[in-house]
């Protein structure tokens, strides 16, 4: 997936040293939950899965702990079409927020059952809350990318 390399580019660069309210954007989240809100729950866990193993080569966290956490929140953006028929634009961002959300509390939440310490915090209910409104204000920008890029990817 040429576009998640491209992203994770810009996220391990640039987005490392801008952080809006101390809080790093994280657009690797971003491209897995939006996937599955559009495209659906297997679409979206697989889509995370390979996204957050990508992230996982330059963390220093174990192996596909990140891939665990966007493959599950994937799946879990992709269970949108089962609550809300026929979901427009805004009820996808909403749900891009939602689970960016629970996905950068679940993360911290991962490391702690790994054995890496001192990651769940208070702090951490502020961070999901942050990123959840810039992956909100993101959303409708990405969305296109992403439909436009898995498109390309299921046709060839």
């Keep these: 997936m040429l576009v998640g390399l491209i992203f994770l580019g810009i996220q391990t660069t640039i987005l490392s040293e801008m952080r809006p309210f101390g809080v790093m954007v994280q657009l690797m989240l971003l491209i897995g939950v939006t996937a599955g809100a559009i495209y659906g729950p297997e679409v979206g866990a697989l889509s995370g899965l390979i996204i957050g193993l990508m992230y996982d080569c330059v ?86 990318l992403i439909r436009w890029t898995l498109k390309q990817s299921m046709i060839g």
Excluded at 118 to 141: K, S, T, Y
């Design 59 to 144: 963390l220093t966290t174990p192996l596909g702990l990140a891939a665990l956490v966007l493959g599950g929140v994937g799946f879990g953006a992709g269970l949108l079409p089962f609550f809300v028929r026929d979901p427009s634009w805004w009820n996808r961002a909403i749900a891009i927020a939602l689970f960016s959300a629970v996905g950068e509390i679940l993360f911290p939440v991962a490391q702690g059952m790994t054995g890496i310490g001192g990651w769940v915090q208070p702090r951490m209910f502020v961070v999901a809350l942050v990123v959840a409104l810039i992956n909100l204000f993101l959303a409708p920008v990405v969305m296109p």
